[in-house]
């Protein structure tokens, strides 16, 4: 499990290799998060294309991390989606809250 | 061709002792009965060879069939003054999955339609060719094993009943799986995906039963953040899992598969607690938490919560779901 992170301008990326099903895998999504918004970025963009299982403790995180951005004005969003993220996403619609970053 | 140097080549692949074939072959014509008794012989193989003269008794291939199975049948159905067709159809009456492989001097591309409809494994052109032979038997062999191996796995796990006991440390140190979903999915009863949607669900009911059932720890606590950023959720369950009084507790699962139904049910001994179920998941819910519920109720068909009255407390989640 591998979460790295980037700032391009603006912009902060969170790119997650391997599955975010553990309350582990949880915790270090929420460090790389804070990471980049302790650096001052309000926009962070989720790459989840490499996560094949996701689950409520990722999903959780998830929201964690949006809360907080939209709190301050700020937005998270997610690359693409597909399989079985794309279809949880779907279902628990948080698809209609997180913009993609094309 | 030299016939025995290649029968000898194939035979030095190997030939492991539980799947020599059984072959019952019937022929009249000589040098194809000459040829296929000395490659056999070459291999180890077991066959036995009929005539296809109908007699007062009936045909000699379908009294044999009847007292006894092979894995492979090769018979020569289109010589002149047989009923080939017929033939087989008698045979499928009598074995309906029975590997057939056809031969034949001369047959048109219609009679090798209405051989394949009938659903022979081959037909092969005469002279025959004892590689070609081989080969065609080897197919017809391992496709049939596999068949058999497909349904025994579906025998297998077509009655099922397990119940595990874990103590809350227990469960916070393994990961549980349904290992009944990796015998679906070896028998192609269900999909990948449809595994890993059960197996979420189960997940997400064992979590509750630990988390929120057994150490009676509250969900909001995951956003309650100390000066070091370590979230209280996390520091209490570390405690209650060294303490006997919520670690030493009790989770009970038990599966059933029955009849292609299966029923997960997943017990603990917390205070009891049913929660309130939403008619419609609503994005405007902005809850970190609680998501785990919509995942189990979207991978199944019917989700029973009930407060456990005797011998203690706790919360008892069933889930049922059709696979089959």
Known sequence: MEFNTEII??????????????????????????????????TVV??????????????????MCYKRLKSENGVLMVKPLAGFVKETFELLMLDKLLPVDN | MDKDADCNKSSSEGESK?????VLFADRDLSTVELVTSCFAHRGWSLETVGLEASAEGNPLVERMKRGTFDVVVADLLMPGLDGMSLLRQIRTQRPSQPIIVVSACHSVGDFLSFMREGVSDVLQKPVDADSLTRAVRRAVLSSRDRERGDSVYRYVAHEETELVFTSRELADVRVSLGILDRLVAARMIDIGMKLRIDLAFQELVANALEHGNLELESSWKEDLDSQGLDRFSLVKRERLADDNFGGRIVKVSVSYVSGMLTVAVQDEGLGFIPDVPEEWKTESLDPHGRGLAMIFAATDEVEFSKVASPGHGTRVRFRKRLV
Request: no cysteine.
């Open chain 2, 18 to 22: 539980n799947a020599v074939p059984r």
């Open chain 1, 46 to 63: 989720l790459d989840l294309t490499s996560v094949q299982i996701i689950n409520s403790y990722g999903i959780g995180k998830v929201l």
């Open chain 1, 9 to 42: 301008g603006d912009k902060g990326y969170i790119r997650v290799e391997g599955d975010l099903d553990s309350e582990q895998s949880g915790e270090a999504l929420r460090k790389a998060f804070n990471d980049l918004f302790d650096k001052g970025r309000r």
